[in-house]
């Protein structure tokens, strides 16, 4: 079919396309030239949820693409958009079933970022502890053969200072507490010195 102007050429196609029987376009359709619509597309709240679902989705997916998350982390980020927070939740559970999404994984992935940053054990558990995550199973990941959180002080240490141990007491308390600041146990910093 030939249309004439483009006003006619949307006209027919909304009008095919409700013959088809597609609900959007109906619902369009149903609109009136001073541009209110009658409701008729939106009177479906499956059609809404669905949406919302699928946007809610989309997101934790993108966002899992990327790096690992928790799923304190995840319902933050969803919120921020202002989604409903139930349907955020059951997703989130639906990835989380699926193996899609792990506390654990990211508590593997923290606690070896802290690590390669220089940061300590006490970063890492108040961190986690800020997200709702198990402070138990990160101390057992932290303290498994992998991490050397006596080697990573000294390291620290060293890369801020120099190789040259500090012989003056005040710059001794200015080092142990830069070690402190970033999050190391006390033993930890009596070790380096």
């Avoid at 921020?80 to 992935?109: N, T, V, W």
């Amino acid at each position: 079919m030939k249309y004439t102007n483009k006003a006619e050429s949307i006209e027919g196609q909304l009008s095919e396309a409700a013959e088809a029987g597609n609900s959007n376009a109906a619902g369009f359709r149903a609109a009136d030239d001073s541009g209110n619509d009658s409701g008729n597309d939106l009177d479906n709240g499956a059609d809404n949820s669905s949406d919302t679902r699928r946007v809610i989705r989309h997101t934790i997916t993108r966002l899992l693409s990327r790096r690992e998350h928790s799923q304190f982390e995840l319902l933050t980020k969803l919120k921020q958009k202002e989604l409903p927070e139930d349907e955020c939740l059951s997703l989130i559970a639906q990835f989380a079933e699926k193996g899609l999404q792990s506390d654990q994984r990211y508590i593997e992935s923290f606690v070896k970022s802290a690590y390669q940053r220089g940061k300590g054990p006490v970063f890492v558990e108040q961190s986690l502890q800020q997200q709702d995550i198990d402070s138990a199973s990160a101390r057992d990941i932290m303290q498994s053969d992998e991490f050397d959180w006596y080697e990573a002080a000294a390291r620290v240490r060293q890369k801020r200072f120099g190789e040259d141990m500090p012989t003056d007491w005040n710059d001794i308390q200015k080092q142990k507490r830069f070690l402190q600041y970033r999050g190391f146990y006390q033993s930890h910093i009596d070790e380096v010195f």
